[in-house]
């Protein structure tokens, strides 16, 4: 229905950009329900009850109540006039934006998966649709005679003097004082309490603060990406610049452009509770802190966050991919940092690509987009080839700080002693940053002591009990875990098999194994070992932050973690311990993610004044992928990937779409997953591979078989999986996960 002046307005109090379409009192409407299932379901929306569209509703639904989204108005000729239930609340919030919706249904038909579970991703705070509660807080009282006034009271009294009532924590924390000095006065009466909604307050972000003093270069890009917020119309800019180049500080000004035409900015980045460094620029550039989204929440902080981004209070939201999802009113930029990250990808659930679908949303409202990376993902290197995507360069690190000098060790010269990892060359490397009061890094991509553990005596080796992998040996935790089920046990006394005692080898190395290397060799360090395991969330990442800063930890040994867009000036050594660990597998971006992964490492590598330098231990030296990495020839690398590409047609010169089977009867998925592929379809420039046993042919104790579907670039994949599955029923022991787009091919 196309909003007219009769039925298209917004209400006092609506947040900027809203546009209520109203519904005829009466009318049959079509409500979205965030279950999976195939559609939209038919109510009537009572006489007394005025809605718009995209209004959240309360339906009946059997003999439950749920929220939803008035979807659009329904036909005469769907539900029976006496079968049809009604519409029974309609939540106070502004209405699902029209680019949300649409966004939903393209997501939903991109993937194929059913729009309902594309819309719960939208609707993630079932508490953001109670009632809004209330909390205590407290406000200047009238005078009270005999109070002694200390002076953390006299301070609370000062920061309450301004009329508003704040909650205890907030007038402390103004105050400098602990919650319980503020709760003493109010029982002295020199405090007044009162009940306000429990809404989170948000200070406005300020763009009129001064930014950096951007290079010309940095002052080229910040214009052309404040342009495009000002144009206010869909297009999409790629910062690709090197590590430490001034990509934020450049994007910085494309959200104080938006902010200073009063819109709201989704600023999306792969890890964001270990971005604390981030957060903090942030907030001393624009003088307040943007909200939050992200999955170490608590429901208090989802349920305020949300409802502030519904109600346009929220100016700035930073979060991972879910961000994506929430309902703003009145978007005006979206910045994806490290655009080339796969963290982008979920997996779970519905298995989308919120890098790609940040294109899709930027597209629907008709606002700008802002990639950042210092290794572009080949699909956006290809986009700004073709010049769909503006492509601005930062060739140079800011204020002269030089590239760190690479080195290539080829670990079958330079070898290792027996039942280690760190070749001389590194070893002496270590020694020498170690003893100029410097930091390094080990970086090795493996959690855990060891990646396998096997019985010397009859060679048995310990797997996980629910997937087809190895358990992995953890000392510091005493534990075996699988990284893929998470699956936890003791190390067990005697070989499950033999029954021999103190029969276990490890075999490789983990973290804790090489940590325990390094800090036999030098005692004298100061060693860290950092996980997902050690620094889970912002506190830890910011303590992690904190002790680098003060040089408290001058030996860092880390997986992929510590590859993030961590800053310090003293960290002059990065080791690389394995750089061909990413390289097995047979992966179709295993060589792009490994450059992309030693390459974010490197760049922790002489950040500041100190020249830093990178060493590389690996096999094959000759490698495209390593000499790139030696010589900083990013753009051949880019270029040697892409001809591959082209001449396998696998994307972005191709299509892909993975089909995974699995179920606890191993049978039952081999004869789907055989089934499937007798009806694969053939055709020009359609090709099935499989089925086939996936690597992890048992995960979670489902068995896996896959099949893999390529077309060539100007095939819909969506339309070959749809009439190839129209008439497959798939049995009930049975599940199918499709994934289109795919990058984990486990
Ligand atoms: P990138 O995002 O490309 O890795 P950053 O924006 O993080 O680069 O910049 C790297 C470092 O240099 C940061 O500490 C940043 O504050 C600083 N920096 C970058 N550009 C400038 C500038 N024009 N003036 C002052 N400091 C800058
Ligand atoms: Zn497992």
């Known amino acids: 229905?196309?909003?007219?002046?009769?039925?298209?307005?917004?209400?006092?109090?609506?947040?900027?950009?809203?546009?209520?379409?109203?519904?005829?009192?009466?009318?049959?409407?079509?409500v979205l329900l965030p279950l999976p299932l195939a559609g939209a379901y038919d109510y009537r929306l009572p006489f007394d009850l005025p809605a718009e569209i995209g209004a959240f509703v309360t339906v009946p639904l059997g003999n439950r109540r749920v929220n939803g989204v008035i979807w659009g108005p329904a036909g005469e000729d769907g539900v029976a006039e006496d079968k049809l239930r009604e519409v029974i609340g309609v939540h106070p919030l502004p209405p699902l934006p029209a680019a949300n919706r649409a966004f939903v249904d393209w997501l939903s038909g991109y993937y194929l998966a059913a729009p309902g579970a594309v819309l719960r991703m939208a609707m993630s705070v079932p508490a953001a649709f109670e009632p809004p509660r209330t909390r205590t807080a407290y406000r200047r009282g009238t005078p009270v005679e005999?109070?002694?006034?200390?002076?953390?009271?006299?301070?609370?009294?000062?920061?309450?003097?301004?009329?508003?009532a704040l909650p205890a924590s907030e007038l402390a924390r103004q105050a400098g004082v602990s919650s319980s000095v503020v709760k003493g006065l109010a029982g002295l009466g020199a405090l007044e309490t009162v009940q306000i909604p429990d809404e989170g307050r948000w200070r406005m972000p300020d763009p009129a603060l001064p930014g950096a003093d951007l290079s010309a270069a940095q002052r080229e890009a910040a214009d052309a990406v404040s342009k495009a917020v000002e144009e206010d119309d869909f297009s999409v800019t790629l910062l690709d610049g090197v590590t430490g180049s001034g990509k934020t500080e450049v994007y910085f000004e494309a959200i104080a452009a938006a902010l200073a035409a009063g819109r709201q900015v989704l600023v999306?980045?792969?890890?964001?509770?270990?971005?604390?460094?981030?957060?903090?620029?942030?907030?001393?550039?624009?003088?307040a802190a943007p909200a939050e989204w992200h999955s170490d929440l608590t429901q208090t902080q989802r349920r305020r966050t949300w409802?502030?981004?519904?109600?346009?209070?929220?100016?700035?939201?930073?979060?991972?991919?879910?961000?994506?999802?929430?309902?703003?009113?009145d978007l005006g930029l979206i910045v994806v940092d490290e655009e080339h990250e796969t963290a982008f990808k979920q997996e779970d659930g519905v298995a989308y690509h919120a890098r790609d679908m940040a294109v899709v949303r930027a597209r629907l409202a008709g606002i700008p987009l802002v990639l950042a990376s210092a290794t572009p993902s080949l699909e956006s290197h290809v986009n700004a080839l073709d010049g769909k995507y503006c492509a601005m360069h930062l060739p140079q690190r800011h204020g002269g700080a030089s590239m760190p000098d690479v080195q290539l060790i080829d670990i079958t010269k330079d070898k290792p002693g027996r039942q280690q990892?760190?070749?001389?060359?590194?070893?002496?490397?270590l020694r020498e940053t170690l003893d100029a009061g410097q930091q390094a890094l080990l970086f090795l991509n493996r959690r855990g002591y060891a990646p396998l553990t096997l019985c010397r005596t009859c060679g048995h080796r310990l797997a996980c009990p629910n997937?087809?992998?190895?358990l992995v040996e953890h000392r510091f935790t005493r534990s075996l875990q699988c990284h893929h089920c998470g699956y936890t046990g003791r190390m067990p006394q005697n070989c499950p098999s033999c029954d021999d005692a103190e029969s276990f080898a490890a075999?490789?190395?983990?973290?804790?194994?090489?940590?325990e290397e390094a800090t036999a060799l030098f005692p004298d360090a100061r060693g860290e070992v950092v996980t997902s395991a050690t620094v889970h969330g912002p506190l830890q990442a910011a303590a992690y932050v904190k002790r680098m800063a003060n040089l408290e930890t001058n030996l860092v040994i880390g997986t992929q973690i510590v590859a993030k867009g961590y800053h310090f000036p003293m960290l002059t050594l990065v080791g690389v311990v394995d750089a061909d660990l990413g390289l097995n597998g047979g992966d179709l971006r295993a060589a792009e993610r490994t450059y992309q992964l030693l390459h974010q490492v490197a760049g922790r590598a002489g950040r500041e004044g100190h020249p830093g330098r990178v060493m590389i231990q690996?096999?094959?030296?000759?490698?495209?992928?390593?000499?790139?990495?030696?010589?900083?020839?990013?753009d051949g690398f880019l270029r040697s990937e892409l001809d591959l590409r082209e001449q396998t047609a696998f994307p972005p010169f191709g299509r892909l779409a993975a089909l995974i089977v699995s179920s606890r009867d191993e049978e039952a998925a081999d004869r789907a997953a055989r089934l499937l592929g007798r009806t694969a379809p053939r055709g020009a420039g359609v090709e099935v591979y499989g089925p086939a046993p996936a690597p992890l042919s048992l995960l979670r104790g489902r068995y896996r078989r896959r099949l893999l579907l390529k077309t060539g670039r100007e095939i819909s994949v969506q339309k070959v999986l749809r009439d190839w599955l129209k008439d497959f029923q798939v049995p009930s022991q049975v599940r199918l996960q499709l994934d289109i787009d795919p990058y984990s091919f486990l």
């Open 1 to 30: 229905m196309p909003p007219t002046a009769a039925n298209s307005a917004s209400q006092p109090g609506d947040p900027p950009g809203t546009q209520r379409v109203m519904v005829d009192a009466g009318a049959r409407v079509k």
């Open 146 to 164: 005999g109070v002694k006034l200390t002076a953390a009271r006299q301070r609370v009294l000062e920061a309450a003097d301004d009329g508003f």
């Open 268 to 287: 999306m980045l792969p890890e964001i509770a270990l971005s604390s460094q981030w957060l903090g620029r942030f907030e001393r550039r624009f003088g």
């Open 307 to 329: 409802r502030g981004v519904a109600e346009g209070r929220v100016r700035v939201v930073v979060g991972a991919r879910s961000a994506l999802h929430l309902p703003y009113p």
């Open 421 to 429: 990892w760190l070749s001389p060359s590194l070893q002496k490397a």
């Open 467 to 470: 997937c087809s992998t190895w």
């Open 507 to 515: 075999c490789g190395p983990g973290v804790e194994r090489l940590w």
């Open 618 to 634: 690996t096999a094959s030296p000759q490698a495209p992928v390593m000499q790139a990495l030696a010589r900083h020839d990013r």
